[in-house]
């Protein structure tokens, strides 16, 4: 990819988000793929998967989710349906799909083919058991392995992945893990980064993706004008 990162918005799944991402002009966003209860492709993050002890702390979770999560309100849309959708309300260059549940390769990539979307297509997972059968099932996607914990070996984990690239946490994300990252070939992506500062470390690692539930705030950091 270009010395200039992508600038991905985070969390595309519902309509409210999309009308804030067609005000910005965004041209990239990160969609969420979960399994219905019937093994549908559904675009849907899901709750946290720990329920707090406390009815206090329930209610502050309840309130977490629903709220500041992103996910749609009601119904979660059928994921080729949803491509369609913000594939004709935004002006999209590509989509991040993050697996959220083992989902069917073929069944991913049918989705994917019915959607009609031509742009960019980039399918990053945190269980890379996922990703070597996408190579066959979906060849013109661009497959990101990515870690939320450290100390691993993240090289030789993406090497057994078949992945394009490495996503690694942003509070995850130094020097060293980024130079081995870029020293051995992969893309790095990077999220969720919506503080100037950070925005501007990222792409001095040479991030090649930036996911951030705040494009406009990135790429005024990135443009030289943050704070």
Known sequence: ????????????????????YKRMGV?????DVNLGRDGTLLVRHGPPG??????????IQWVDYHFFYRDPLLRPQPLHVWLRLISEELDLKGVLLDLKARVDPDT?????EE???QGMVMVSANDHRLLPPLRRALPRARLIASFNVMPV???????????????????????KVAARIK??????STWTVNDPAQARRAAGLGADIIVTDRPDIVKKALAGQGG
């Open 27 to 31: 041209e990239y966003v990160e969609v």
């Open 115 to 117: 959607s009609g979307f």
């Open 50 to 59: 720990t329920r707090r002890a406390t009815p206090i702390g329930r209610l």
């Open 1 to 20: 990819m270009g010395e200039t990162p992508l600038i991905v918005g985070h969390r595309a799944n519902s309509g409210r988000i999309i009308f804030w």
């Open 183 to 188: 020293g051995e070939g992969y893309m790095l």
């Open 153 to 175: 070996d993240i090289v030789s984990c993406a090497r057994a992945s078949r992945a394009h690239g490495i996503g690694v946490r942003i509070d995850l994300l130094d020097d």
């Open 108 to 112: 991913l990539a049918g989705q994917v």
